[in-house]
Each structure stands twice: as C-alpha cells, then as structure tokens.
C-alpha cells in the first residue's frame, strides 16, 4: 500500500466513526452562517463571503477552494486570492430543477486530490452556504464513506445548522446513493467481466432468432 492510499484510508476510516458519533453542537449562533464551519477534517463549508478572509482561511489551513455561482452571481462576486489557493468554480443554479448528479463527480474528483493526495484543506462555499454547497459536501461524504443519506445529512446539519438544500437537491441526494453504489460495482468488476455482459444482449437475440 502506498503513502497515499493510507492516508486516504485512514482520513475515510475517521470520516466514518466521526458521522457516526455525531456529537451535537453545543451552540448555533445565527451570526455563523456567515462563516466557515469544519464539517470534517479538511472538510469546511461556508458563505462566499469566507473566500474574502485571508486570515482565517490560513489560519483554518485551507488550500484548495470549490465555489458554486449561478451565472448573475459570477458577473458581480470574483475569486480571491487566486495565487494562494487552487480553485474549482461551477456554475451552478439554486434551482429545484438544476441538474447536480452530472456534477457531484467532478467536485469529488477535486476534493480528493485536495485531501488524500495533497494533505490539504478544502472549503466548499456558494453565495449562501446554505443550499448548493452543503448539497455537495453530503454528496462527496455519502460517496465517500458509503453511508446512506439521513445519516450524512443530519452530521453535517448538525455542523451547520443553517443549512437546507432546496427539495430538488435533497431529492437528487436520496437518489445518489443507488447511482454511486452501482458505478463503483461496475468498476471494481474486471474488465473481461464487464466485457462479458455488454456481449451477453447481442449473443442472445441471435440464439432467438435461430
């Protein structure tokens, strides 16, 4: 096993018994919802506004930032710092109908390079930190620990209590996990495995048309 998949390993294996403790939070002052809050180790979620704090975003050790803007949000706000941190910006709509699924992938993809391969420190943020970001952190921890969606959705509710995904995120997180499960079975098959079963369809039709 190498330096990396430990470290991915072990940040996965506190992940899991983390959610599952699920420590309540003392106390929620409404005043936090315009800052940043460590749902996990290396896990923060926050406001845009958090982005424009250099100190505290080197004081919390963040490296790598994922910012989610619809397309009138992208006109006005702006990234800062950009030479102090590696960025992943979407556009993204706080619309029941706006398509995540597609999405959660990509933003995965980015996290895991930023937290078990270069040991860093990612905050994910949209211009509330209420609806789109928290959708994605759930949706990277679900797929990343295996854990199904009321128990990862109450953990990082209980980090930040303000947050509440619109009703088409949370239906498109109850479907994520089925989607994820069966993409990762497909993937750990071997190749002439899967190759198998893509030909089964074709070879049959012929047996029947015999």
Not at 159 to 181: D, V
Request: hydrophobic letters at 40%; glycine letters at 4%; proline letters at 5%.
């Amino acid at each position: 096993m190498d330096a990396a998949t430990a470290l991915a390993n072990n940040k996965v294996a506190i992940y899991r018994q983390l959610i599952n403790e699920n420590l309540p939070v003392l106390e929620w002052r409404y005043e936090q919802r315009r800052e940043m809050q460590e749902i996990l180790p290396s896990i923060f979620l926050g406001p845009y506004s958090a982005t424009r704090n250099l100190e505290e975003l080197q004081r919390a050790g963040i490296t790598h930032i994922v910012s989610l803007w619809d397309g009138s949000e992208s006109k006005i706000l702006k990234v800062h710092h950009p030479d102090r941190f590696k960025y992943l910006q979407l556009e993204i709509s706080d619309a029941a109908t706006q398509n995540l699924i597609t999405l959660f992938p990509q933003v995965k993809q980015f996290i895991d390079q930023a937290i078990l391969r270069e040991d860093g420190k990612v905050l994910v943020n949209c211009m509330s930190g209420i609806s789109r970001s928290p959708a994605f952190v759930v949706a990277y921890l679900m797929e990343a620990t295996g854990m199904d969606y009321d128990v990862v959705y109450r953990y990082v509710q209980n980090k930040r209590f303000c947050m509440n995904p619109n009703p088409g995120f949370r239906h498109q997180l109850e479907e994520y996990g089925p989607i994820y499960t069966a993409v990762q079975a497909l993937g750990s098959q071997p190749v002439e495995q899967r190759t198998s079963v893509r030909r089964s369809a074709p070879e049959d039709d012929e047996i029947d048309d015999a």
